[in-house]
T-cell receptor, first 112, second 114 residues
Framework: GENVEQHPSTLSVQEGDSAVIKCTYSDSASNYFPWYKQELGKRPQLIIDIRSNVGEKKDQRIAVTLNKTAKHFSLHITETQPEDSAVYFCAASSEYGNKLVFGAGTILRVKS | KAGVTQTPRYLIKTRGQQVTLSCSPISGHRSVSWYQQTPGQGLQFLFEYFSETQRNKGNFPGRFSGRQFSNSRSEMNVSTLELGDSALYLC?????????????FGPGTRLTVL
């Protein structure tokens, strides 16, 4: 079955710097790659997603890139702010339906 | 629209008991998925229901089961609880059944097994 690896497990950046989180997936049939942000004690919330027919997608300070050949995708956050501090999860969906396989998560700390 | 709701929010049970958790999806959403979140194993897929049918199943023992009603509300049941079942159980709903639909998560049910 699908396996998603996520790196790094923790990431500390200074406010205003950029943060990059990388994920690799194993199933070449995967076609949907969402990123979720989970603040302490809160539910995961979708921040951006990308489908396999697109190489890059941006939404203000957040961007995601996808390399289907290498089977990896990355989250880029520019001009980080303290409120970006949270756990970020990447995920992949490869089957008919809505089964998401998640990466282990990245704890992002933005220091002011 | 109201978001995904889950009841109860917190639950304490003892080993050997069984538990039923409930999830009400966003109005109009027909797909409900369940996930288990633990510090050690992260977010793991349990199963997905669409139009009252289980469509996908994760790698969990048969003690974990679920169902979906005609109004799309879903329940999951865990029988013969073990200490390792302590976790946050999250459900997520999406509009349709195709892959690549945004899933909206509920607040979760925190289950503690003593």
């Amino acid at each position: 079955g699908e396996n998603v690896e996520q790196h790094p497990s923790t990431l500390s950046v200074q406010e205003g710097d950029s943060a990059v989180i990388k994920c690799t997936y194993s199933d070449s049939a995967s076609n949907y790659f969402p990123w979720y942000k989970q603040e302490l004690g809160k539910r995961p919330q979708l921040i951006i997603d990308i489908r396999s027919n697109v190489g890059e997608k941006k939404d203000q300070r957040i961007a995601v890139t996808l390399n289907k050949t290498a089977k990896h995708f990355s989250l880029h956050i520019t001009e980080t702010q303290p409120e970006d501090s949270a756990v970020y999860f990447c995920a992949a969906s490869s089957e008919y339906g809505n089964k998401l396989v998640f990466g282990a998560g990245t704890i992002l700390r933005v220091k002011s | 629209k109201a978001g995904v709701t889950q009841t109860p929010r917190y639950l304490i049970k003892t080993r050997g008991q069984q538990v039923t958790l409930s999830c009400s999806p966003i109005s109009g959403h027909r797909s409900v998925s369940w996930y288990q979140q633990t510090p050690g194993q992260g977010l793991q897929f349990l199963f997905e229901y669409f139009s009252e049918t289980q469509r996908n199943k994760g790698n969990f023992p048969g003690r974990f089961s679920g169902r979906q009603f005609s109004n799309s509300r879903s329940e999951m049941n865990v029988s013969t609880l073990e200490l390792g079942d302590s976790a946050l159980y999250l459900c997520a709903s999406s509009e349709t059944g195709g892959s690549g639909n945004e899933q909206f998560f509920g607040p979760g049910t925190r289950l503690t097994v003593l």
